[in-house]
């Protein structure tokens, strides 16, 4: 092909888009491109390569909303300018948010009367630092007022989304992580008494762990962290990562005893763009009381108009998400959630029951208790012939993403495979994935993989 310069061939803004000089180049990669291209052009050539992203829907590892309504599609392009940080200039805006951590803080039986705190975020992450960091500014009070050492804090944890590692390695505190053990694939109320000292700042149970999809038992855990007082005179505050049970539980499994209504649940976290249905980045976090975040940590800012009480990661930020959040409590209700929430429990026990019946599975989860989703591992001794790697990899060839990874210390040997089922995954797309499992299982049973695929190889899932 002759190599011939953009500017040199003419472009019409008639040209059939693929025939245009401009596509007949490949646009640089490192470099920003010398001249501007046609808002068509540029579109094309973007959206054609998202096409290679696969389809976020068959994307069954990540716990986050894949499907909207086109209200909300609406909503959002209509917040497209606003900026969540500026609560003068938006103050509808910033009306809707302290709605939805009013309406947060009641599904989490907020006690009445309770003078709850809390603010949107950008995912679960970040609102774990700020829960974090609330916690470790309260233990340091209390030790500086017994003339105590502050340098070594620790929290206490069980197997924990990635967020909290961060949190302890950017803020400086050892996170005491209870290994997984035998059956035990999470943390139970005495392995965490176990670690606990009067450097500890918080435990952090997780209403629905990452790995294994199962709730850790936050009220024996509270249970426990009592009687402790009692011996040990140290009162651990907890902080409940729920960034996926703080949006199923209330609705689904009101009786499971694990917000507000225990005393020492100081804060929690949540993600609202995973089962609270918001587009992605969207997370909150909400104290107990007042008391419970440190005033020091608010700043107060009046550069945007007005006093402006701010606690926060970021500055700007977008807040179509947040307004989408409300648009959901709205246009659902309880009710609503409710329904989606039960189907999507439905649909994984579906799932989990005929995976069961297809004979190399073994069922971890089975989408009963904790999270509506399905975790299973190959059936012990048999030779299989495969791994769950390499199921993982044939079911990429239709588009599926369904990963397999190995469980936390102390049960690396334990391969597991998962599904979360989400608002979206219907009990038919459930169906036709079914049915792809068995092509992939009958025909890696009759070719069997002489070098089964590694973690790595198979390609890195991460677990959001
Ligand atoms: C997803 C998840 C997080 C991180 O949440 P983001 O909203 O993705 O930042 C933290 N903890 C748990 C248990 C999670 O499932």
Same mark, same amino acid.
């Given at each position: 092909m002759s190599l011939h310069r953009k500017h040199d061939?003419? /472009? $019409? !803004?008639? =040209? !059939?888009i693929y025939a245009s000089s401009d596509l007949s180049l490949s646009v640089p990669k490192h470099k920003i491109p010398r001249d501007e291209s046609s808002p068509r052009t540029a579109y094309a050539l973007i959206h054609d390569e998202l096409l290679l992203d696969g389809n976020s829907r068959q994307?069954? #590892? *990540?716990?986050? *909303?894949t499907w909207m309504e086109p209200e909300a599609l609406t909503l959002m392009n209509e917040c497209i300018? $606003?900026?969540?940080? %500026?609560k003068d200039e938006y103050p509808q805006t910033a009306e809707i948010e302290a709605r939805c951590v009013h309406i947060l803080a009641d599904l989490w039986n907020s006690p009445a009367g309770s003078n709850t705190i809390g603010c949107s975020t950008t995912g679960s992450s970040e609102a774990a630092m700020l829960g974090g960091l609330a916690a470790k500014w309260r233990w340091r009070a209390r030790m500086r007022a017994q003339g105590k050492s502050i340098d070594k804090p620790n929290l206490v944890c069980g197997p924990v989304q990635v967020c909290w590692h961060k949190f302890g390695q950017y803020f400086d505190v050892e996170v005491r992580e209870v290994p997984v053990e035998g059956d035990r694939l999470l943390m139970g109320p005495e392995q965490a008494i176990a670690r606990c000292d009067e450097n500890t700042i918080m435990v952090v149970p997780t209403l629905?762990? *990452? *790995?294994?999809?199962q709730y850790e038992p936050v009220q024996a855990i509270a249970q426990a962290l009592d009687n402790f007082e009692k011996s040990a005179g140290l009162d651990i505050p907890i902080h409940v990562d #729920? #960034?996926?049970?703080g949006f199923l539980a209330p609705f689904c499994q009101p009786e499971i005893v694990w917000d507000f209504r225990l005393p020492r649940v100081k804060s929690i976290n949540t993600s609202g763009h995973k089962f609270g249905l918001a587009p992605l980045g969207v997370g909150w976090v909400v104290w /107990? =009381?007042? #008391? %419970? &975040?440190?005033?020091? &940590?608010i700043f107060h800012v009046n550069y945007l108009g007005g006093d402006m009480p701010t606690f926060a990661l970021n500055f700007s930020r977008p807040a179509g998400q947040i307004v989408c959040q409300y648009y959901n409590f709205l246009r659902l209700g309880f009710e609503g959630y409710k329904k989606i929430q039960n189907a999507c429990y439905h649909t994984a026990q579906h799932l989990a029951a005929e995976l069961d019946k297809m004979g190399p599975f073994r069922v971890i989860h089975d989408g009963r208790g904790g999270l509506p989703a399905v975790c299973w591992t190959l059936t012990e001794g048999a030779g299989h012939g495969f791994t769950l790697y390499d199921v993982s990899d044939r079911l990429r060839a239709r588009g599926w993403q369904v990963p397999a990874y190995s469980m936390p210390a102390k049960r690396e040997d334990l391969v597991v495979q998962r599904i979360l089922v989400r608002h979206g995954v219907s009990r038919d797309l459930g169906d036709l994935l079914l049915e792809d499992i068995r092509r992939s299982i009958a025909i890696l049973e009759k070719h069997p993989v002489s070098h089964p695929l590694t973690e790595n190889e198979a390609g890195g899932y991460n677990h959001n």
């Open positions: 061939s003419g /472009r $019409k !803004a008639s =040209d !059939a994307n069954l #590892a *990540t716990f986050c *909303t300018d $606003k900026n969540m940080i %500026d629905g762990v *990452t *790995t294994c999809c #729920a #960034a996926s049970g /107990r =009381d007042h #008391a %419970d &975040l440190p005033e020091e &940590l």
